[in-house]
């Protein structure tokens, strides 16, 4: 059993930053990926970042160089520093967790971008 559990969301003004949290517990053995997604209302969920098992990572355009997505093996926990945030940015960002070819999704946590 794997569980996720996001955290670090909130609400700032643009040109901000915050550091979310995605935080694995149980069969943490063998993760292989972490990744962030965010669901804006009225949009579809997007793809953010991915980090890897070898740390190699992976972004959205619309997130490059701005976001930065790290993981720390011992604690079995990703984050991703969001600096120079904007309203577009508004949205619940979920972590999933990839792990011997299933996905764990954590609940969500509100990031809320003010102009």
């Known amino acids: 059993q794997v569980q996720v559990v996001e955290s670090g969301g909130g609400l700032v003004q643009a040109g901000e930053s915050l550091r979310l949290s ?3 517990s149980g069969s943490t053995f063998s993760i292989d990926s972490f990744l962030w997604y965010r669901l804006a209302p009225g949009k579809e969920r ?3 970042a991915m980090i890897d098992s070898d740390d190699s990572t992976g972004y959205a355009d619309s997130v490059k160089d701005r976001f930065t997505i790290s993981r720390d093996h011992g604690e079995n926990t990703a984050y991703l520093q969001m600096n ?3 309203p577009d940015d508004t949205a619940v960002y979920f972590c999933k967790v990839s792990r011997q070819l299933r996905d764990y999704w954590g609940q969500g946590t509100q990031v809320t971008v003010s102009s």
């Open 84 to 86: 120079s945030l904007q």
């Open 46 to 48: 997007e793809f953010v």
């Open 22 to 24: 995605c935080a694995v």
